[in-house]
Structures are given as C-alpha cells and as structure tokens.
C-alpha cells in the first residue's frame, strides 16, 4: 500500500506541475494585484465556509494554520489530492456572460517525525488572474470607425509548502510554513480600428515573479466533561516583496481580430505578421501585505464542530504589478460548522457521513468607482468515509455573489465545487508478524 501511494504521488506530481501554471480564471478584478487569491484551504475548510484558523481535525491536512497538523496520529500517514471547478455568470448594465472551469487544485502530504513534531509538503495554486475586457470609444475623425481598446490577461503564482507543527505542551501546538511563491502573469493592452486596413498597437509585459515566504501558527485546545472540546487559534503571514522581472514589449500587428482569435493566439501563430517597436526587461515591484488571523472553534468530540475565522490586511499602502491607487485594508468574516450522527455507526452507513455547511464575507483589497468590492456566498459539503473511519472522498460546493452593476462595475455570480479525496493510513507500526 505504501509503494502504491508513493507511486500515486509521484505520477500525478510529475504530471501536474505544468497544469499549475496553466490555472486560469475569468474575472476583471482579477486584472488588479495579483489576481484571485485563494486562502480558503482544502475542501474540508471550504465547506465550511473557509474556517481554517481554529480548525484541529485529525484526519484532514490544514496547511492554513500550520499548529493544527499535529492533530494527526503519531502513527499515520495523510495524502490529499483534489480538483475543484467553477461556474459563473458576468453581468453589467449593458450586457452579460458565461463561464466556467475545471483544473487541478493540490496535492499534499503530512506525517509524523516524532511524538511531538509533525510535517506536511504540497502544492496549490495561490494566485490566479485571467481576464479579457473590451472598451469601444467613438473615432472622431471617422464617424463610421470605432476605436477599440482590449484588455488581456492570465497566469497565476502557485505555492509550494513545507508546514512543521510541534507539540509544545499539552494543550498548545505551534507551526510554521515555509512557502516557494512562483508563477508568471502575461498582460496585453490592445488599441485598433474596426477597419480591415487598420493596425494595431499591443503593449505586452510578460512578468516573471518568485519568493520564499512563512507563515506562523498557534493553536490551544482542550476538552472537558468528557466530551465537548474548543479551540482557539492565530495565524500571521508575514509581508512579501517579490522577485520581480517584466519583458514590456511595444508591438505594431496586423488587426488580429479579424482572424477571430485573440491577441496571445495570434502573437503565437502570426509571428511574421507584427513587428516589435521595442523591448526592454526590468524589475518590478510587486507586494502583498502582512495577514493576520484569528479564529475559534467549539463542539462535541466526534459530532459536532461550530465556529468562525476573522482575517485582516492591510493593502492601503502596496504596491503590486499595475496599481497602488485601488486598494483598501481587506476583511474576512468566515463561519462554519460539521455534523456527523454517528461517526462508529456499523448499521447505517448515512450516519457516518459528515454534513457540513458555511458562510462567508469578503471586504476585498480593490476599490474601483468609490465602491470596495465585496465577495459574499454560502458554503456545503459532504465527507463520505471510505474502507475505514479516516479515509474519505470530500465534497464542497459554494454559492456567491462578488462586485455589483452599480457605478459602471460588474457583477458575477458563481458556484463553486470541489472534490477531493483524503487517503489515510498507519504507516509506522512495527508489527511482530510479517
């Protein structure tokens, strides 16, 4: 069984690698900062509205607050692997549009080192941006042409964890990540006439971005009467500042919208039809600011968990790719809970499985037209046990709402879905038999 999850592992890392890069998403805010920032967790958090900061469970990898991977056996072995997808509609005033996705979302692993030191390993997307966005302005000097400005963007950054987690006393755990940020951003500013005979102009920067990053985590925890239990948790990221480069290049084409392709096809498969006005490459500052945590859960061993997550970050004041002026403090409120009847029912299998459910609120970071845009949505999953009470297949599934069509913005209007499966096993047992 062991070779097998080694082999498991090492295939799909191997092939997954480069789907990471190719992540992509479709929204305009996510042409501000660093594009969509994923800091839900795995499913398990996700279904739960995103509680990740107080959240303890020993059969679940919870990267977010490094503390909490010491909830596992010291004897076991966690191997998560999940895919997620989304469906969304984009609306203004004016006009509207569908999209959805499906990709790779992580990989991970954690297990024992000793009785009190505990350590997980994965990768998952951070970041992702992916837009294209169409503004047509009046051509005074033809009344019959229209100037026609694109805006193109995609890429993302992807993480790569290593978590450490340590039983300091009883009742307290503390943990840390160290996270490798790395990724690419391809942005396109376009302008042509819708003419045959017109060129255009494309401004493109092509970004390369890399960082070693931590975050810190603290959780206390106890139990009383037997069988209720709370947890309080913390967590703190520290600032980043990212390795930087930008290959800006100024290009005179051909109008490629009447190829009916856009500007990355066309610049891919038309290279002897656009000439290259300039290039240069340089640094380019690129921040995200310091996170802050806090969170608590409470419950029935076994049966119940309830409890809620507050995140704060400060952008007021960063800096990042092409803007400074846009950006507010950013606030989450996340609440959740799990219920399972009856974790050890040997009659009734829906009795074992886990139902979950949650809510959650976003005061984003991007100010556009004085409006913050607020991303709000409730949450539901399912855990269902396999072979035995441990190992299971997750399911999340999360209906939102960000933005809005007042003051020229859009809104969109998503569900999102999950699933993921939790392979878990004692590894480490030393058995008198063979």
């Not at 191997?79 to 004016?94: A, R």
């Not at 966005?133 to 005074?140: A, R």
């Not at 419950?299 to 995140?311: M, S």
């Amino acid at each position: 069984m062991i070779k097998k999850y080694l082999f498991i592992i090492g295939i799909i890392t191997l092939t997954n690698i480069y789907s990471f890069s190719q992540s992509v998403t479709n929204s305009p805010y996510s042409r501000f900062g660093i594009g969509d920032i994923d800091r839900n967790g795995f499913n398990n958090s996700r279904a739960m509205g995103g509680l990740s900061t107080g959240l303890r469970v020993n059969n679940q990898i919870n990267y977010m607050n490094p503390a909490a991977i010491s909830a596992q056996d010291t004897m076991s072995f966690i191997f998560d692997l999940g895919v997620n997808g989304i469906f969304k509609n984009m609306e203004s005033t004016s006009t509207s549009a569908q999209y959805n996705d499906f990709a790779f979302d992580h990989i991970a692993m954690s297990f024992p080192i000793k009785k009190w030191w505990f350590a997980s390993f994965g990768l998952t997307p951070y970041s992702k941006i992916g837009y294209n966005i169409q503004q047509i302005d009046e051509y005074p000097p033809i009344d019959t042409v229209n100037m026609h400005y694109d805006y193109y963007g995609n890429g993302g950054i992807n993480q790569l964890f290593l978590s450490n987690s340590f039983i300091l006393f009883k009742n307290l755990s503390v943990g840390f990540n160290v996270n490798y940020l790395f990724g690419s951003v391809e942005q396109y500013n376009q302008a042509y006439l819708d003419t045959e005979n017109s060129y255009a102009t494309v401004v493109s920067n092509k970004i390369s971005l890399n960082k070693l990053t931590y975050d810190v985590g603290l959780q206390y925890y106890d139990e009383f009467a037997n069988k209720y239990f709370y947890v309080f948790g913390l967590t703190y990221s520290n600032k980043i500042k990212f390795n930087g480069t930008n290959e800006s290049a100024v290009l005179m084409t051909e109008n490629y919208n009447l190829y009916g392709v856009n500007v990355v096809d066309y610049l891919a498969y038309y290279s002897s039809k656009f000439d290259t006005i300039s290039s240069v490459t340089s640094n380019i500052k690129v921040e995200i600011p310091a996170r802050y945590s806090v969170g608590f859960t409470a419950g029935i061993k076994n049966k119940l968990i309830i409890g809620f997550d507050y995140t704060y970050q400060d952008w007021s004041n960063i800096e990042s790719l092409n803007n400074s002026s846009n950006f507010e403090t950013d606030e989450s409120f996340k609440f959740g809970l799990a219920y399972t009847p009856d974790k050890y029912s040997l009659r009734n299998y829906h009795k074992k499985i886990s139902y979950k459910a949650g809510m959650y609120l976003n005061n984003s970071y991007i100010k556009l037209n004085n409006e913050q845009i607020k991303n709000y949505g409730i949450t539901f999953g399912l855990g269902f046990p396999i072979a035995n009470q441990r190992t299971s297949l997750n399911l999340s599934c999360t209906i939102g709402k960000r933005g809005t069509t007042d003051n020229g913005l859009i809104e969109e209007n998503y569900t999102a879905f999950g699933i993921n499966i939790t392979l878990y096993d004692f590894w480490f047992i030393k058995r008198k038999f063979q």
